[in-house]
């Protein structure tokens, strides 16, 4: 699908119903929340989810937060113990992102969490994004409305600084609250980290190495196999991961389509590390933008661990 040109409603039911159009369709539209404006896209929808990753430039695929209406909603995605849920109970709606262990029945596009066993889940104040969770009737997920590496927009006209021309459309609600991304608390194993400050203070040990801002875990996904890059055949023992030309035991994208690709990046990583062979190959992935962010994501996965 071509870029659109970028079009700029003021926020009222006709531009929440046309936003919800586009989210059906597999577009990522601009939103404001009450800490920034937000990228959103069907969660669900692994090429919608690669679409947010294309308008962004060459980012790194790390979890999105995904935005979903109330905690009834969060809790059909995630596992809430109980302080995850006293939290939410506290806080929600509000600008604080919970990562919690992932429902297994979730239905969440593995792009979004990065392949990893959990999920970040926030329930918005902002009654713009409320409207628009309502009228999608789908989870969100939402990184900052900016191309990667620029300063996160607090007003549609940032917005359409970094992004016009790469999105349908941007919701303009005025600038936002907060101004800040959310806090990001990690409710796993029995307890509470901070993964990055924002506007809620909670009582939660700090994590290792610091707090990661804008990405979201220090640890990502990566298959517990050596990994083999820029492979035109497989070896002996190699389960090989194609792309274009490189057909292999399961291809990225035949038609050598970069969305495709990334939608598909670690659902084979998956099926690959759970594959009889010991070892796997990826097949040469080239281009520019989110091409070169799948690249980026191989290469941290091949890393000697």
């Known amino acids: 699908m071509a870029s659109p040109d970028t079009r700029v409603l003021p926020f009222d039911e006709t531009a929440i119903a ?18 920034v404006y937000g990228l959103a ?4 929808n692994a090429a919608a989810v690669a679409r947010i990753y294309e308008a962004k430039g060459r980012p790194s695929f790390n979890p999105l937060i995904v935005h979903v209406p109330d905690l009834a909603a969060a809790e059909r995605i995630g596992d809430f113990g109980g302080e995850a849920r006293a939290l939410a109970l506290q806080h929600w709606p509000g600008p604080l992102t919970l990562v919690v262990p992932l429902r297994v029945d979730a239905g969440v596009a593995s792009l979004v969490t990065a392949g ?4 970040a889940i926030r329930v918005p104040a902002h009654p713009a994004m409320q409207a628009l969770l309502r009228a999608a009737g789908r989870p969100l997920a939402a990184p900052s409305a900016n191309a990667s590496g620029r300063i996160s927009p607090t007003r549609a006209e940032h917005v359409l600084a ?6 349908p459309l941007v919701i303009d609600a005025g600038a936002t609250e907060r101004g800040i991304e959310s806090t990001i608390v990690a409710a796993t ?15 939660a ?3 290792a190495g610091g707090i990661e801002a804008p990405g979201m875990l220090a640890s990502h996904y990566a298959p517990g196999k050596p990994l083999r890059l820029d492979a035109t055949e497989a070896a002996d023992g190699e389960y090989l991961i194609g792309f274009g030309p490189v057909p292999g035991h399961a291809s990225l994208s035949a038609s050598g389509d970069a969305i495709e690709a990334a939608a598909r990046l670690f659902d ?8 009889p062979e010991p070892r796997i190959a990826v097949a040469p ?8 962010a799948i690249r980026d994501r191989l290469r941290r996965a091949a890393a000697p661990r």
């Open 116 to 119: 990893l066993a959990t999920i």
């Open 18 to 35: 046309e936003a919800a159009r586009l989210i059906g369709e597999g577009w990522p539209v601009a939103v404001a929340t009450e800490t």
């Open 285 to 292: 992935v080239p281009g520019q933008g989110l091409a070169a």
């Open 205 to 207: 040990e700090e994590a």
């Open 268 to 275: 084979l990583l998956h099926r690959a590390d759970a594959a």
């Open 41 to 44: 896209a069907d969660a669900t």
């Open 162 to 167: 970094s992004l016009g021309g790469r999105i």
């Open 189 to 203: 194993d029995g307890r509470l980290r901070l993964l990055r400050r924002g506007p809620i203070e909670v009582d």
